[in-house]
């Protein structure tokens, strides 16, 4: 045996090998169990409000035959390989005894090519069937969304057109000019005619798509001049790793908010003078903490290190005796008063932009207006069914992306810029529910990566009702003022003028 | 300038220029060398290694995706703490996501494909003896090796890699507070970007000043070979876009290290506070990044199809179908590709109107790209073709570029991106179009001229083998993943398992993550066949495919200046195959036909710097490159 041969059944064998132990190891992760598991692992990283993953749903005979077929796939194309190996090791022999051997492993590949193309479109038509199921198409939950769809119908189509032919060529003439030493190859350098033909059907075509596309793009980003009328506005806020929901309050204004306000009582920095009054304290409190930590830098702090160091020297405890000869050396060489010095620094920053604001009439009155004491914060978005609706975004720290597949929805949340999508819902998470599924919820995902929990950073968003809407307001909290008994909140709004004047001002959210 | 336009009789004889040889020692040759070949052979092994380090990441972290809740106590071995009982820590995936994107994108497929190919073939190619700076040339190829040893040196820092994607797109990248990657990993990662862009601007300097100058006689412009029209075009736009990405990544270093706000504004960070910075915009990072990134990816590209026209050509032994087209197509590709940075940020907040114009211009590049994909089909037909494995590969290419090429119709439209944005439609998308499809360019071209480079052929068997299991790899790995983004699936997600509505997709993971370990085992067949033959492959023959163009004609042995005697003169174009008025199916550009004048007449630019790069200056030569622009057409 030659060794080539010997070398390619050895990779046979150890495909077979790494097969078997993928299933193997597959078999032991039916997917019916991943939800114990995942649950009874320990994850730090991973929020509270934690969605167990659903066993029910993980069990469908659909999805078992699914994963069967899958694997089968996965078989068939092992086995595939083996037969080529085989043949083309056959033709090497071959190539030995006749001395043609680029004929015959030609052949091999030539048929090869062939073979490729009927699987290959059986698998992709096999995708289209089934996993096609499962797209979002056709089924959106946003008005736009329905323009949307068909936009995409078309792309789709005629991509799909293009595809088949285009592949179907090309496989076919690898399969039909396979090299025969009695033939020769037609010296066919250019035909202009043909050149300017298939150049002209595809502009043409994309000259279609690209009109649709703009009638569809404007109709989408310019929502609200297409829609004269009220919007109900709610800023949406994302932060590292969640969102929050603001909704006017009674007076149907968003009041200011700025990441200069943020403190641990006011999460989204609302301009509500009583908790900057104590943010300020607290800020002057921390500098003047750091002033003495600086100090006392290379005496009391450094030999309360060393105790602690040689307390836990003491219990064998060497993971905190890492992190605190960690602390050590930082303040030896100097780290830590960097670090302190830079404290001191920001803060003060952030005291003399707070001070700005305050001690400039104009600022101060239309900063600190009473809009901001009575807005509610929620954990989740209700918006009601056909009603225009205007999410206007805000980050606290980095870039997020707010998106809403069922709505075919979604925008950046920059911070320092504000940003805003407008849409109309169209189908109520009860209608949903009925489409989808019991379990179906619709959800604001994070895509834009923010970090370490950035898969897990989502917002139930409901559809319901106006009157549902109303009532479910009443129950959120207003941090700010002692909820009014009985009054009758109206729903959040601005009219879209006023909107669009106000995105120039930067924190100003009204 | 004595490298001026010349009359190309007055170069006929420089053979005796060459009589000395330097004495040569371990380290000029195969470590310090000047020599444009052994140059390309550092940066393919550079290359191949940094490819075998890209894809063992994604391997390593496709098991995080598709058995979310196993261990595998061999990832704690091989990562310690990042791995704590055998599961990836989610820090630890985004960074392997991140240098993963980074090492394929820039180390993989601009260095290692351009910087092996350009460098092999532009003087080989177009009739020179080295390139036009030889000392230049090594400075680039040892810039990136420096920077491949830089960006490998973050897996060392206590805090990780960086890790907030390949596109670090700042306050994120900006903040080491935001996530742990964004600290000492992140300013490695930007150090090693920077000597990336010196050596990458070094290279591309050296490609242009070479094919526009040192030609040799009757290499015209329109006889040149598409491989080095589409290197050159890829320097052209590395030179013109790379700088800006220098400016963006400076930019950011500001930011991180001296306080400044250009990309930062109105920021609250957990356990920190608010920040000073304001007035800055992250948007503006995006810009100068993507005014890189859009070009970058036909830098990736275009050498791949050069390449593919190359091999397409030969091995279906046609002349490719309309060569001008081609260069057409090229040229247009180049030019718009500048101008359609903004289909990557049509979500990010700014102006809907920027968004229709960009999504204009990126529909229009459609049209140049049906234009090559048709003219490739046209080659191949009634072709009489040989199944090389780099003919496997070019095939391959081409059906991986019509994939990945439709779904970029859908992205490039700003109304539907709306919806696909940042989801698996677009990691299905580029790594068909730009990953898969380049890689096998760079396959094809390693399989074409491995015998020129190393004087020995690869096996053809395992070639073969390592083709078909490849493409089947890629289509089971990339395809599925369209629909995975059409449902809903979000990229750069770490875990699915915690959103029920994405369990579906579970056993279409474990799918994916089978096929792409399938694909792994695969290259090690390369990796076999590859080093197994460059010491003990059968000897190839000078011209073992029987090619037209210039590179086969200097006989097995690598010598400095390429030549033993003259520089041939070329008399043709270089896809002169199957001729009708010849019994032989090719026809080298270097052959003397029947009736076809003695010399090729008219002004032809030529410059023969002598192999050691003592006869003209590297100076002169790059700025006489400026005057032959100018006279490009007459050529
Ligand atoms: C071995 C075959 C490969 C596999 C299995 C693979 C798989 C993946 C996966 C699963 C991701 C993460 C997607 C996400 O969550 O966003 C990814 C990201 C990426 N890959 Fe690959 N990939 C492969 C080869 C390549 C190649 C050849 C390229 C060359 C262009 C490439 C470029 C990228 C880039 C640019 C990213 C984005 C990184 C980021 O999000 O920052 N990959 N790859
Ligand atoms: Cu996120
Ligand atoms: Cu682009």
Redesign the pocket.
């Known amino acids: 045996m030659n060794t080539i041969f010997k070398k390619t059944l050895k990779f046979a064998l150890a495909l077979v090998v790494i097969f078997t132990a993928a299933t193997l190891l597959t078999d032991s992760v039916d997917i019916s169990d991943v939800s114990t598991v995942h649950l009874k692992a320990e994850k730090p990283w991973v929020g509270a409000d934690e969605y167990a993953y659903d066993p029910g749903q993980a069990d469908t005979p659909e999805k078992a035959l699914a994963s069967k077929i899958n694997w089968t796939i996965l078989i068939f194309v092992i086995l595939m390989i083996l037969v080529l190996a085989n043949a083309l090791d056959i033709s090497k022999y071959t190539a030995k005894i006749t001395g043609r051997e680029t004929v015959n492993q030609n052949n091999v590949n030539k048929w090869v090519f062939l073979l490729f193309l009927i699987l290959g479109f059986a698998g992709v038509i096999w995708e289209y069937i089934n996993h096609g199921k499962l797209i979002l198409l056709n089924d959106s939950s946003s008005e736009h969304g329905v323009a949307y769809d068909s936009m995409f119908s078309i792309t789709l189509i005629l991509t799909s057109i293009v595809f088949f032919i285009t592949q179907f060529l090309l496989f076919i003439f690898s399969f039909l000019y396979s090299y025969d030493k009695n033939r020769k190859a037609l010296y066919y350098a250019h035909n202009n005619r043909l050149e300017i033909i298939w150049t002209f059907i595809p502009a043409v075509v994309l000259t279609i798509l690209v009109l649709r596309g703009h009638q569809t793009w404007k109709s989408v980003v310019y929502a609200e001049e297409y829609h004269k009328g009220k919007i109900n506005t709610i800023e949406v806020f994302a932060y590292q790793f969640g969102w929050k929901a603001r909704y006017a309050g009674q007076d149907g204004m968003l009041g200011v908010a700025d990441y200069k306000f943020i403190s641990g009582t006011n999460e989204l920095g609302l301009a509500v003078k009583s908790e900057v009054d104590a943010l300020l304290i607290e800020l002057k409190e921390q500098i003047a903490d750091d002033q003495k930590t600086i100090k006392n830098l290379n005496t009391t702090v450094l030999d309360g290190l060393m105790a602690d160091y040689a307390a836990a020297d003491g219990v064998k405890d060497y993971k905190s005796m890492e992190s605190i000869q960690k602390e050590i050396d930082a303040v030896k060489n100097g780290d830590r008063l960097d670090e302190l010095e830079e404290s001191i620094e920001r803060k003060q920053k952030q005291i003399e932009r707070i001070l700005a604001i305050q001690n400039d009439k104009k600022l101060f009155v239309s900063t600190f207006t009473p809009a901001s004491m009575d807005d509610i914060i929620a954990q989740e978005i209700h918006i009601a069914k056909d009603s225009l609706v205007t999410f206007n975004f805000r980050s606290k720290d980095i870039i997020h992306s707010a998106w809403l597949p069922h709505f075919r929805a979604q925008m950046n949340v920059v911070p320092g810029m504000p940003t805003k999508f407008t849409f109309r819902p169209t189908k109520t998470t009860a209608e949903a529910k009925k489409e989808f599924g019991p379990e179906f919820e619709y959800y604001l995902y994070c895509n834009k990566i923010c970090g370490v929990s950035h898969f897990n950073m989502k917002i139930k968003v409901v559809v319901e009702s106006q009157a549902e809407v109303d009532a479910w307001l009443k129950t959120q909290q207003t941090p700010f003022t002692k909820k009014p008994e009985a009054a009758p909140i109206p729903a959040i709004m601005s009219d879209s003028t006023q909107m669009t004047n106000d995105t120039l001002k930067r924190v100003a959210l009204r | 300038m004595s490298t001026a336009t010349i009359d190309s009789h007055a170069v006929g004889h420089h053979g005796d220029a060459h009589g000395h040889h330097h004495k040569e020692t371990f380290i000029t040759k195969y470590i310090f060398s000047t020599d444009h070949k052994m140059i390309s052979k550092q940066y393919l092994i550079t290359g191949i290694i940094m490819g075998c380090l890209?894809?063992g990441m994604?391997?390593l972290?496709?098991l995080q995706?598709a058995w979310p809740d196993e261990t595998f106590p061999f990832l704690e071995s091989l990562l310690g703490k990042w791995a704590k009982g055998g599961k990836l820590d989610p820090n630890y995936y985004m960074a392997l996501?991140?240098i993963?994107?980074t090492i394929?994108?820039f180390y993989?497929?601009t260095a290692g494909l351009s910087g092996t190919f350009s460098n092999l073939l532009i003087p080989l190619q177009c009739g020179a003896r080295d390139m036009a700076s030889p000392f230049m040339n090594m400075l680039s190829y040892w810039f990136f090796f420096l920077s491949s040893v830089v960006l490998m040196s973050s897996f060392f820092v206590e805090t990780g890699p960086a890790s907030s994607?390949?596109?670090v797109y700042p306050p994120l990248s900006a903040l080491s507070k935001a996530m742990p990657g964004s600290g000492v990993g992140t300013t490695l990662w930007l150090m090693a970007i920077v000597l990336f862009i010196v050596s990458a601007l070094l290279g591309g300097i050296n490609y242009i000043t070479t094919v526009l100058n040192m030609r040799t006689k009757g290499m015209s412009m329109n006889r040149l070979p598409l491989t080095i029209w589409a290197f050159f075009l890829t320097a052209v736009l590395g030179l013109l876009s790379f700088p800006v990405l220098l400016g963006a990544g400076l930019l950011l270093i500001f930011d991180r290290s001296f306080g400044t706000s250009f990309y930062l504004s109105d920021i609250h960070l957990n356990g920190v506070g608010a920040l000073t910075n304001s007035g800055g915009s992250p948007v503006l990072y995006q810009h100068l990044f993507w005014f890189l990134g859009h070009p970058e990816v036909y830098i990736?590209l275009m050498p791949a199809l050069g390449i593919s026209s190359e091999v397409i050509s030969t091995n279906a032994r046609k002349p490719i179908f309309g060569y001008t087209a081609m260069i057409i197509s090229l040229l247009g590709i180049s030019f718009l590709s500048f101008i359609v940075w903004g289909h990557h940020m049509f979500i990010t907040g700014m102006n809907p109107f920027l968004g229709t114009m960009f999504m204009y211009v990126t529909l229009i590049i459609a049209v140049p790209s049906a234009v090559k994909t048709f003219n490739y089909l046209a080659t191949l037909w009634k072709g009489n073709i040989r199944f090389t494995p780099a003919m496997l590969f070019a095939i391959g290419l081409v059906s991986l570029f019509i994939s990945g090429g439709l779904t970029g119709i859908y992205l490039g439209n700003a109304a539907l991106d709306i919806q696909l944005h940042d989801s698996y439609f677009v990691?299905a998308h580029?790594?068909l179009v730009?990953?898969?499809a380049?890689?096998f360019g760079m396959f094809a071209g390693i399989y074409h001229w491995f015998p020129k480079m190393y004087g020995r052929m690869m096996n053809k068997t395992l070639g073969s083998l390592h083709f078909w299991l490849t493409f089947i790899s890629a289509y089971l790995?990339f395809f599925p993943m369209h629909f995975m983004g059409l449902a809903g699936v979000p990229?750069?997600?770490y875990q699915f398992s915690l959103i029920p509505e994405f369990g579906i997709w579970m056993d279409v993971n474990v799918l994916i993550t089978v096929a792409?370990w399938l694909?792994?085992v695969a290259q090690l067949l390369f990796i076999y066949n590859f080093f197994y033959s460059i010491f003990k492959g059968p000897v190839a023959s000078t011209n073992p495919w029987e090619s037209n163009t210039l590179e086969w004609s200097t006989g097995l042995k690598h010598i400095h200046g390429n030549w033993e005697g003259d520089i041939p003169t070329v008399y043709r174009g270089p896809h002169e195959y199957s001729r009708p008025d010849r019994e032989l199916d090719y026809f080298p550009q270097y052959e003397k036909g029947n009736g076809e004048p003695e010399h090729y007449h008219g002004p032809v630019t030529v410059a023969d710097t002598s192999y050691d790069g003592k006869k003209e200056k590297a100076s002169t030569v790059f700025f006489s490159s400026f005057a032959h622009l100018f006279a490009l057409k007459r050529a």
């Open positions: 890209g894809m994604s391997l972290f496709r995706l996501v991140t993963h994107g394929m994108v993989v497929l994607g390949w596109t990736i990691v580029f790594h730009m990953g898969s380049s890689i790995v990229r750069r997600y792409a694909g792994g």
